[in-house]
């Protein structure tokens, strides 16, 4: 077998002309050759796309769907020694990311294993200089050593991930793999699937999407809604793979269904569907129990978030680093929410706070759910508190489920937002059951337009949600208001003009425009948020609002107008300044640093409005 692939290899050389490729199906052939020896009867190589430059490796081996490592070919005439290009940064990359790799110059082969973090085995069984420059062919050397290499390859098994931390990082690395080739895909002027989901989320969510955003968006959700596809999975593990995605998500994550309706029917590219399917090998092989035992487990902390965070720090560090900065510590969270929690039952007679009936809740900017995932954990805590206990599993279906609501813009923590919440309500006792939906929406708070037209299937899952929160934004009475606002001084959210929330945000200029030359700081994304919640509250009649911000517009000159109007339509207000402005050097009681609650230079508040 060797000697007839040397002999065809020697023949490519000598015919002139010959290029790397042109070796390409002498390697194929010795492949599908070791399969029969080794009676692999559904082992396959594909050679991959070029893509992007040194995006791929030249080709992926696999066993029928399950994933068995990737082979980087270099020409033996360019590259006569493996040294000189193991250290390269395409080389560097495919070693941090495969788990399993031939690098090869067709006659010398070398066995990365990334789990030892070496070289295994270094096979050389022709000199290069022979046949590329001497143009001889010698006998095949080494033989028995080669055979060798290329068992322990195709008899790999992906290294099962057993803990929450091990899969998200593995996770991060392949979606990190696609954001170029799906930003090759959106460049290449041709109208592809992917093509059509960016612009329905250009026209019905976020007007300024930017096509290399758009691809940061696609790559996380491909791979959280494997994820997601493979908590749901009970089948026997080998067999899960990404065309059962789509059955496999819930009825109530329909965006999500809908995106995956392209990925399982394998609709993309050769480019991006090469990893897709190594995501779908990894979560195969993963012991999914105890992954959900790790995200169930530490009470008192997050660990859904704390999945994401482990998952952005390898997926993109800088991205995790802005996150951090504005992600609410659990102790803010749980402040907020008990302090509304006393207010509904002192203030409104709610005797079971969260609990009780007719609570109406809405966090305006929910990132992964963390103020409605505490206030169904303070909820919780009333009815196992109370003389009279109701059963639970009504109040969740009847109540939280009908009446608790979020609003997010972020692809990625709506899907963690949404799983975050199932777990949490698993962990309470309630199992999420066809039909059941936790009302959180993508969508832009701030945005009011109503949406026309018709567009596709993908399109009309996007329209029906942006419908939905719409309806919520202009109608529905809500009594809480809650969240983590960003802060965004260059905001480019317009406020719809004749709507009563444009009203209440124009009122908190209405003095200071003619007084003050510059009022750009009150177009602040936190002042619109602020507003947001003042308009819901004022169209309810009564209510409360508890969010943190930025705590410029307590003592903000220009903010005069929006401390007037809510004292006007408050009957309490209370203050937590959390300070923490580093360009203020603001000092602690001790007189030292006053350090942030948050990562950030700006200061903070919690607020709580009440309207009787």
């Given at each position: 077998?060797?000697?007839?692939?040397l002999?065809k290899i020697y023949?490519?050389?000598?015919?002139?002309?010959?290029r790397e490729?042109?070796?390409y199906p002498?390697l194929?052939?010795?492949f599908e050759?070791?399969f029969k020896?080794?009676q692999?009867?559904?082992?396959?190589?594909?050679?991959?796309p070029?893509?992007?430059e040194g995006g791929?490796?030249?080709f992926?081996v696999?066993?029928?769907?399950?994933?068995l490592?990737y082979i980087?070919?270099?020409d033996?005439g360019?590259?006569?020694?493996?040294e000189l290009?193991?250290?390269s940064e395409?080389?560097?990359?495919y070693k941090d990311n495969f788990?399993?790799?031939i690098l090869?110059?067709f006659v010398?082969?070398?066995?990365?294993?990334?789990?030892?973090?070496?070289?295994?085995?270094?096979v050389k069984?022709?000199?290069?200089?022979?046949i590329?420059?001497?143009?001889?062919l010698t006998?095949?050397?080494?033989?028995k050593?080669?055979l060798?290499?290329?068992?322990?390859?195709?008899?790999?098994?992906?290294?099962?991930?057993k803990?929450a931390?091990?899969?998200?990082?593995?996770?991060?690395?392949?979606?990190?793999?696609m954001k170029?080739p799906?930003?090759?895909?959106?460049?290449?002027n041709v109208?592809?699937?992917?093509?059509?989901?960016?612009?329905?989320?250009?026209?019905?969510?976020m007007?300024d999407?930017?096509?290399e955003?758009?691809?940061?968006?696609?790559?996380q959700t491909i791979?959280?809604g494997?994820?997601?596809?493979?908590?749901q999975?009970?089948?026997?593990?080998?067999?899960?793979?990404?065309?059962?995605?789509?059955d496999?998500?819930?009825?109530n994550?329909k965006?999500?269904k809908?995106?995956?309706?392209?990925?399982?029917?394998?609709n993309?590219t050769n480019?991006?569907?090469?990893?897709i399917?190594d995501i779908a090998?990894?979560?195969?092989?993963c012991?999914?129990?105890?992954i959900?035992?790790?995200?169930?487990?530490?009470?008192?902390k997050d660990?859904?978030v704390?999945f994401?965070e482990?998952?952005l720090?390898e997926y993109?560090?800088?991205?995790?680093k802005?996150m951090?900065e504005?992600?609410?510590p659990?102790?803010v969270t749980e402040y907020?929410?008990?302090?509304?929690?006393?207010?509904?039952?002192?203030?409104?007679?709610?005797?079971?706070?969260?609990?009780s009936?007719?609570?109406?809740?809405?966090d305006?900017a929910?990132?992964t759910?963390?103020f409605?995932?505490q206030a169904i954990?303070k909820?919780?805590?009333?009815i196992d508190q109370?003389s009279q206990p109701g059963n639970?599993?009504e109040?969740v279906?009847?109540?939280?489920l009908?009446?608790?609501?979020a609003?997010e813009i972020?692809m990625a923590s709506?899907?963690i937002?949404?799983?975050k919440?199932a777990?949490l309500?698993?962990?309470?006792?309630?199992?999420?059951?066809?039909?059941?939906?936790?009302n959180l929406?993508?969508t832009?708070?701030?945005d009011f337009?109503?949406i026309?037209?018709?567009?596709g299937?993908?399109?009309?899952?996007?329209?029906?949600?942006a419908?939905?929160?719409g309806k919520?934004k202009r109608?529905?009475k809500?009594?809480?208001i809650?969240g983590n606002?960003?802060?965004?001084a260059?905001?480019s959210?317009?406020?719809q003009k004749?709507t009563e929330?444009?009203n209440?945000?124009?009122s908190?200029k209405?003095?200071v425009?003619?007084?003050?030359k510059?009022?750009?700081?009150?177009?602040?994304?936190?002042i619109?948020?602020?507003?947001?919640?003042?308009y819901?509250?004022?169209q309810?009649g009564k209510g409360?609002v508890?969010?943190?911000t930025n705590?410029?517009?307590?003592d903000g000159l220009?903010?005069r107008?929006?401390?007037?109007?809510?004292?006007?339509d408050?009957d309490?207000?209370y203050?937590?300044n959390?300070?923490?402005?580093?360009k203020r050097k603001?000092k602690n009681?001790?007189g030292?640093k006053?350090?942030?609650v948050?990562n950030i230079?700006q200061?903070?508040?919690?607020i709580?409005?009440?309207k009787k």
């Open positions: 077998m060797l000697n007839k692939y002999k023949g490519q050389c000598i015919a002139g002309n010959a490729e042109s070796y002498v194929l052939n010795l050759e070791f020896v080794k692999i009867r559904n082992g396959n190589i594909t050679q991959l070029k893509g992007v791929n490796p030249d992926v696999r066993r029928g769907k399950e994933l490592g980087e070919a270099k033996f360019k590259v006569d020694n493996l290009v193991t250290e395409q080389i560097e990359r788990e399993n790799f090869t110059n010398e082969f070398w066995l990365w294993r990334k789990s030892e973090k070496k070289w295994v085995k270094k069984i022709q000199q290069p200089n022979i590329s420059k001497i143009k001889t006998p095949v050397a080494n033989e050593d080669l060798e290499l290329l068992s322990e390859f195709v008899e790999f098994s992906i290294p099962e991930r803990s931390k091990s899969l998200a990082i593995d996770l991060a690395s392949r979606a990190k793999r170029a799906l930003l090759e895909e959106l460049n290449n109208e592809t699937d992917v093509d059509k989901i960016y612009k329905a989320f250009q026209e019905y969510l007007p999407l930017s096509k955003n758009f691809a940061d968006i696609y790559a791979a959280y494997l994820f997601i596809a493979r908590l999975y009970k089948g026997e593990r080998k067999e899960f793979n990404r065309t059962l995605a789509r496999l998500i819930p009825k994550l965006i999500l809908q995106m995956f309706s392209f990925v399982s029917a394998r993309l480019n991006i569907d090469h990893i399917d090998t990894v979560l195969a092989y012991d999914i129990e105890k959900k035992n790790d995200l169930h487990k530490e009470k008192g660990p859904i704390h994401y482990t998952f720090i993109d560090p800088e991205k995790r802005r951090g504005y992600y609410t659990v102790q907020i929410i008990n302090s509304i929690n006393d207010l509904l039952k002192d203030e409104f007679d709610k005797k079971l706070g969260f609990a009936e007719g609570v109406t809740l809405l305006f929910s990132g759910c963390t409605p995932a954990i909820a919780k805590e009333e109370s639970w599993h109040i279906k009847k109540h939280i009908e009446n608790f609501y609003f972020s709506w899907i937002g949404h799983l919440i777990l309500l698993e962990d309470s006792g309630y199992k999420m059951e066809n039909g059941d939906k936790f929406y993508l832009n708070t701030l337009s109503k026309e037209g018709q567009g299937i993908f399109e009309n899952v996007l329209k029906e949600e419908e939905v929160a919520i109608n529905k809500i009594l809480v809650t606002p960003p802060y965004l260059n905001s959210n317009i406020i004749g929330f444009y209440v945000y124009e908190y209405e003095i425009r003619k007084e003050e510059n009022i750009k700081p009150l177009s602040d994304d936190y619109k948020f602020i507003a947001f919640a003042h819901k509250i004022k309810a409360i508890g969010i943190i705590n410029s517009y307590l220009i903010h107008d929006l401390r007037r109007k809510l004292s006007e408050f309490e207000i203050i937590l959390l300070h923490g402005n580093s603001e009681p001790a030292g006053d350090e942030n948050f230079q200061g903070v508040g919690i709580l409005l009440v």
